[in-house]
């Protein structure tokens, strides 16, 4: 029986890569395009910096920065090393970052210029820095570059990424080389992804979406596009340039790039697949894209600690106007839904799903009581309901936490959103919980138009056609697009969004 250090890590597997397509093309940066074998050669010089500076494997490393080339180095030198990268959101508060850095508790801390003074008021343990640009080119100019012994295995940490809900504070997901391995294979198997093709990272590196697939790219022998957020000519030119095997687009963004493109004769070169997180996009916006940019939608549906899985292997044709986002099991994965003593529900009831397979995180960095509690029974428990349909697909109800009650109905908001969204005058909409003095609480929906002639009316009917009439809003407020608060994933926060309405107190249900 293999033990962990005898399994393959990201590091050999890169190593490997980096030998067998040595004059591809690694990274593109701007004008900037890097070889894997410099690429590797600046891993190894990075290798022989972080040992230099006392870095040993089982340490971490945290990194405070915005999407770079640095940024992959890093995780790549870690996967040699056998070292943690913790990576930290630069959107956090100063007292979430303290808290984030505290946790991983990093033997250095490398830190982009524009992000020097908030990492000092932030990092209460003084942590040794290295400093992005200059100082770090300098280091690695004088760095030995001879290739390291590999000291890390499948089961080992990787990266630390935060995630936390709409409560408390972040937890570090701990990602393994055998779930990263596992998350590429996904990647390629479900995706149709080739070997050769460009994964574009714009999506910031602190998150799954551009992790995980800017690494799987990197063991098949692609490019991995950096850009550092969305930027409308840096994509223009990606698009002409690369054959692109995923393009992701996100909830908040996509409004802008078909503004940008608008009316534009786009030069593509060949995009497989593009999007993600379909139920959260209005219909129409995912018709203009697919149409736009000549390639199907991702009907994706994962989490930073399950990778892909569980049903992102469906895409959402070119021109479709389809509402039924109904969801394909991803691979390599199980998958249960259980009601609230974890017993399996009948199909076509909601349950919360359960899943394993090898994508699945080892569980939250120094919290050992909710990892325990997450991953009972041998099945991590996502906190996500879905039905499972006659025809073997997952229809994605709402989170666990965010059902509402009403009069002892259950009502899952994303159900009522899907139905706002998919109006053309609709670009977003949220659907929040607001109490109430008759049926303890209700649903209500901030939502933002592109087309000042629609009405309250009009979306209720539509509401009307499709759902029970206890589920229908019982007040739609108009809210800038730009209002709406996001997380770095372009999904609407709803615990932001609440205020808004019971600021003004209970009211009665008038619709009943």
Request: charged share 25%.
């Amino acid at each position: 029986m293999l033990q962990a250090h005898e399994s393959s890590s990201i590091g050999a597997l890169f190593r490997e890569r980096a030998g067998i397509d040595c004059s591809a093309v690694a990274l593109i940066e701007g004008d900037r395009r890097v070889s894997y074998r410099e690429l590797n050669d600046r891993v190894n010089r990075l290798v022989h910096v972080l040992v230099g500076r006392g870095v040993r494997s089982g340490d971490r490393v945290a990194i405070l920065a915005r999407n770079c080339a640095a940024y992959v180095e890093l995780e790549l030198a870690a996967a040699k090393l056998g070292v943690l990268v913790a990576a930290l959101n630069w959107r956090l508060s100063a007292s979430e970052l303290s808290h984030c850095i505290a946790l991983a508790e990093p033997s250095l801390l490398i830190v982009a210029e524009d992000y020097i003074d908030t990492a000092s008021k932030a990092d209460s343990m003084n942590s040794p820095q290295i400093i992005l640009g200059a100082e770090y080119d300098a280091c690695l100019d004088r760095a030995d570059n001879h290739e390291p012994v590999i000291q890390c295995g499948g089961e080992d940490g990787l990266v630390i990424l935060y995630t936390s809900g709409t409560t408390g504070r972040p937890k570090g997901a701990v990602i393994s080389h055998r779930a990263l391995i596992a998350r590429g294979a996904v990647f390629g198997m479900d995706l149709g992804i080739m070997p050769h093709e460009t994964f574009v990272a714009w999506a910031p590196l602190f998150h799954m979406a551009s992790t995980d697939q800017a690494l799987a790219t990197l063991m098949r022998g692609g490019s991995v596009a950096i850009i550092d957020g969305y930027d409308a000519e840096a994509f223009e030119r990606t698009i002409a340039s690369e054959n692109i095997g995923w393009l992701p687009l996100i909830p908040g963004m996509i409004e802008r790039l078909l503004k940008d493109f608008d009316g534009r004769a786009l030069r593509i070169q060949g995009i497989r697949v593009i999007g993600a997180m379909a139920d959260l996009v209005a219909m129409h916006h995912i018709m203009q894209a697919t149409t736009a940019l000549n390639a199907p939608y991702v009907n994706s549906f994962g989490s930073t600690e399950t990778g892909l899985p569980p049903a992102s292997a469906g895409l959402i044709p070119i021109g479709s106007d389809s509402i039924d986002l109904a969801k394909r099991q991803s691979s390599l994965c199980e998958i249960r839904l259980v009601d609230v003593n974890d017993q399996d529900v009948p199909m076509g009831m909601p349950g919360e799903c359960a899943i394993r397979g090898a994508t699945l995180f080892s569980g939250y960095w120094r919290e050992e009581e909710v990892t325990k509690e997450d991953f009972r029974g041998g099945w991590f428990h996502m906190g996500d309901m879905f039905i499972r349909r006659d025809d073997g697909q997952l229809s994605f109800m709402d989170r666990v936490k965010y059902l509402i009650k009403s009069g002892g109905e259950n009502i899952y908001p994303a159900e009522v959103e899907r139905v706002l969204l998919s109006d053309p005058g609709v670009d977003d909409a949220v659907v929040v919980r607001r109490p109430d003095t008759n049926w303890g609480e209700v649903p209500v929906a901030a939502v933002a138009v592109n087309d000042p002639r629609v009405t309250t009316d009009q979306l209720l009917q539509r509401c009307e056609r499709q759902l029970a009439r206890y589920k229908l809003p019982k007040e739609i407020r108009f809210v800038p697009f730009n209002d709406l608060p996001r997380s770095a994933t372009g999904k609407v926060q709803r615990h932001e969004v609440e205020p808004w309405f019971v600021a003004e107190g209970p009211q009665s249900d008038n619709l009943e």
